[in-house]
Structures are given as structure tokens and as C-alpha cells.
């Protein structure tokens, strides 16, 4: 079973620029998170996609956002970059919403120059 | 505010000692406590979900145990291959709330 893959596996950019992050989640997965993991400060819930709609949000400006493709895949899509984006975006996957495990993919090294 | 802390930070532990990692969590309407083992450059590995107090679950060298505030993950006899970051992340309202993790390096 193929577990959940992210590309890039790295990204650089500029500040002010865009960036697009992609998921696939594990075959059967309806629900993708992301999170945010920068150095010294843990794993940060971003959003949560299930059955293509937007469930929850954490704590992260508008300029976060994503969306959910009807094979269930997702991108998170980062506008107007600045440098406290550099980090490490995880994307992981479980079968449906709620209190289930979730699998994770290696994530997406983003850095902001 | 809900909280999930994980103590201590970081443990260098001889090969064949086993101790002990907390997470203790300020969460009401805890619906459900989650392991997960992270190496450098990778993302989490799942390894435990613990749903109620006094629940156990076990894993090769790895334990987990849950009480109403704290879980802990007890490991024995541990092995060099069992080095990497252990996080502890609990379920709330349609999200998980991560700890910061314990960095655990064991010598040969």
C-alpha cells in the first residue's frame, strides 16, 4: 500500500512569491491535513480537508489556504510569502475524520529567501 | 487553553536503559491520545492511540499507558535504531494538538 506522497520534496522561493504544495493521501483516505512544523516550534495544525470541503482551520492567516480535489488529493497554496514561512509542511491522511490515525508524508521543505 | 507538554526535551539514554517519556495534557473532552516516532528528515510514523484511562497498548520495546492527564511511553531495554523524536498529540475538536516532542538518543 502506497503511503502519503508530497511534492516538491523541497521548494525555494523569494518573499512575496507564491508557493503550491501537493498531497496524495493513502488510497481509501478521504480526509488530508496540513501542518506546519518550524524549527523549535512543533507541529502546528493548518487545515483539514474531508470529502472536498474545508472542515477546520488553525490558527494561520487567510493567505493559507487550500483545497481538495475529487480523488481526494490536495494542495495548500501559500500567498505573499515572507520569511517565517520556512518550514517544513506536513500532509497526512486518515480514512475519515475524527479520532483516527493519521498517516503522514515526508513533507515539503519550503524556504523563503 | 489546551496544552499538550512533553517532558523532558530531550533524553541520552545508555544501550539497555530503559525509562520513561510524559505527556501531560490540560485538554477537556479528550477523545483520543496519539504516539508518533519522527527521524530526521522524515515525516511521523504512527505507533499508538490510546482512547480511554488506564488503556495500554504495546509494541516491540515501546508502552504506552494513558491516565486522565498524562500519557507515558515507557521503553525497554532500548536499542541505538530506537534514536529519533517521539511526539505525543491528542484529539479535539476535529483537530490534534502536538506536543513538541522528546528527542531520545540512545548510545551503543
Known amino acids: 500500500e502506497a503511503g502519503v506522497t508530497q511534492s516538491p520534496t523541497h521548494l525555494i522561493k523569494t518573499r512575496g512569491q507564491q508557493a503550491t504544495l501537493r498531497c496524495s493521501p493513502i488510497?481509501?483516505?478521504?480526509?488530508v491535513y496540513w501542518y506546519q512544523q518550524a524549527l523549535g516550534l512543533g507541529l502546528q495544525f493548518l487545515l483539514w480537508?474531508?470529502?472536498?470541503?474545508?472542515?477546520n482551520r488553525g490558527n494561520f492567516p487567510p493567505r493559507f489556504s487550500g483545497r481538495q480535489f475529487p480523488n481526494y488529493s490536495s494542495e495548500l497554496n501559500v500567498n505573499a510569502l515572507e520569511l517565517e514561512d520556512s518550514a517544513l509542511y506536513l500532509c497526512?491522511?486518515?480514512?475519515?475524520?475524527?479520532?483516527?490515525?493519521?498517516?503522514f508524508g515526508d513533507g515539503t521543505r519550503l524556504s523563503i529567501l | 487553553e489546551d496544552q499538550v507538554t512533553q517532558s523532558p526535551e530531550a533524553l541520552r539514554l545508555q544501550e539497555g536503559e530503559s525509562s520513561s517519556l510524559n505527556c501531560s495534557y490540560t485538554?477537556?473532552?479528550?477523545?483520543?491520545l496519539f504516539w508518533y516516532r519522527q527521524d530526521p528528515g522524515k515525516g511521523p510514523e504512527f505507533l499508538f492511540t490510546?482512547?480511554?484511562a488506564g488503556e495500554e497498548k504495546e509494541k516491540e520495546r515501546l508502552k504506552a499507558t494513558l491516565t486522565k492527564k498524562e500519557s507515558f511511553l515507557h521503553i525497554t531495554a532500548p536499542k541505538p535504531e530506537d534514536s529519533a523524536t517521539y511526539l505525543c498529540?491528542?484529539?479535539?475538536?476535529?483537530?490534534?494538538?502536538f506536543g513538541k516532542g522528546t528527542r531520545l538518543h540512545i548510545l551503543p
Open positions: 497526512a491522511s486518515s480514512p475519515w475524520g475524527g479520532a483516527q490515525p493519521q498517516h
Open positions: 488510497s481509501g483516505h478521504t480526509s
Open positions: 480537508y474531508d470529502e472536498g470541503e474545508e472542515r
Open positions: 485538554v477537556s473532552g479528550l477523545r483520543g
Open positions: 490510546l482512547y480511554s
Open positions: 498529540a491528542v484529539f479535539k475538536d476535529d483537530k490534534i494538538i
